[in-house]
């Protein structure tokens, strides 16, 4: 690890958080055999807790006919080998669809594969997505559901705004052929995921504003879900050079972390500029803080650090210290509401110049680290 013998509360730390809960998704690979047998009828998914009629489908019926063979736990691990393949040039296997297969999502509908494909196209074409799949389980006799995190670039647009989904995917499987018939996508940042929903159209629409964020070095995280208010999100390791600052917003003890990586170092060595600034709290009044700037992954740090799970409220504009305070207690507020368990303090991450940014562009973070948090539910 590097000294910091340039300024005497100068120090290398770790990130605060939890060890990442694993979340495997690698299955060996499979043939595919389809089973055989079938009946139709609308089916209800539970959502946030609640029974609700998400969307009408003609789904398969749940209760089990003498003579289906449909084997649903291999169909499971079928989906972990082919599903992550939804936005490669692989593709998914389209011999595991019925040709009269029903999508919905609160946005898009289609009847049959070839609308399903043509769907996925259209999607790697205007936003290139990265798809990542968490899990996979069979929920019913003749349903599997999976949760997963998509981000996608709007290319169309000057700025590429990022748009992130997370949801659930509820998989009808046919009992006569053992293959899907139907698949309906519920996200998380929404109540109604009807098809067609305003609140989804809208979800999608507030995701293409403008928020600069430096082509710099950053810590590397991993979007696991996002609400309405906020994101939740595994952090990887990373090391910050720290020194006491005065208050969130405030700007007391950046010289001396610039100075350490302009070169006031032990090494007299110049460090590529990383970010976003941090500022951590690390008191329920949020007046005990230090300023932060994160060090490149590629530094020779002997420390061992572990990253964590995160919640994250973005927003734009100047982070003066009324307004910081008060999305913390909106965040705050939000995780409370929704069971989870956050740590005391919090983070403030300013990603931008302030004298060289439009304050409606600025991109701006408040982070509280979480006790826990699963992707089970």
Not at 252 to 259: E, H, P, Q, R
């Amino acid at each position: 690890m590097a000294s910091t013998h340039a300024h005497q509360n100068l120090r290398p730390i770790a990130a605060s958080g939890l060890t990442s809960h694993q979340l495997s998704t690698t299955r060996p690979v499979r043939l595919y055999f389809p089973p055989r047998s079938f009946k139709s009828r609308s089916i209800a998914v539970k959502t946030n807790q609640n029974l609700k009629w998400a969307v009408r489908l003609s789904l398969v019926d749940q209760s089990s006919p003498p003579q289906s063979t449909v084997d649903v736990e291999w169909l499971v691990g079928f989906l972990y080998d082919d599903l992550p393949h939804l936005f490669d040039d692989q593709g998914i296997d389209r011999t595991a669809y019925d040709e009269q297969v029903k999508f919905r999502d609160p946005i898009t509908k289609h009847d049959t594969i070839s609308g399903y494909l043509f769907n996925i196209s259209m999607l790697k074409m205007v936003f290139r997505p990265a798809f990542q799949l968490h899990w996979v389980k069979q929920t019913g006799p003749y349903e599997i559901t999976t949760r997963w995190t998509m981000v996608m670039k709007f290319m169309p647009l000057p700025w590429k705004p990022e748009l992130v989904f997370t949801g659930t995917s509820v998989m009808g499987i046919n009992p006569e052929t053992g293959k899907f018939c139907s698949h309906l996508d519920l996200w998380d940042s929404i109540k109604n995921n009807d098809y067609f929903s305003l609140e989804g159209f809208l979800d999608v629409l507030k995701q293409l504003r403008i928020y600069k964020t430096p082509d710099l070095e950053t810590p590397k995280y991993q979007i696991l879900k996002r609400t309405a208010n906020y994101e939740v999100r595994r952090y990887s390791p990373f090391i910050v050079v720290e020194t006491n600052g005065d208050k969130l917003s405030g700007s007391t003890g950046f010289n001396d972390v610039a100075g350490y990586i302009f070169g006031k170092n032990s090494k007299t060595e110049k460090i590529p500029m990383t970010t976003p600034v941090f500022t951590q709290a690390y008191d329920n009044e949020l007046k005990k803080v230090s300023i932060q700037i994160v060090l490149p992954q590629d530094k020779d740090m002997s420390r061992k650090v572990e990253g964590g799970i995160a919640a994250v409220l973005k927003f734009s504009g100047k982070p003066t210290e009324d307004i910081v305070h008060e999305k913390e207690k909106e965040l705050h507020t939000s995780l409370i509401r929704d069971g989870l368990r956050p740590k005391i303090g919090c983070l403030l991450a300013r990603y931008n110049d302030p004298g060289q940014t439009w304050s409606f562009i600025m991109r701006n973070e408040v982070l509280i680290w979480l006790e826990e948090f699963s992707l089970d539910s």
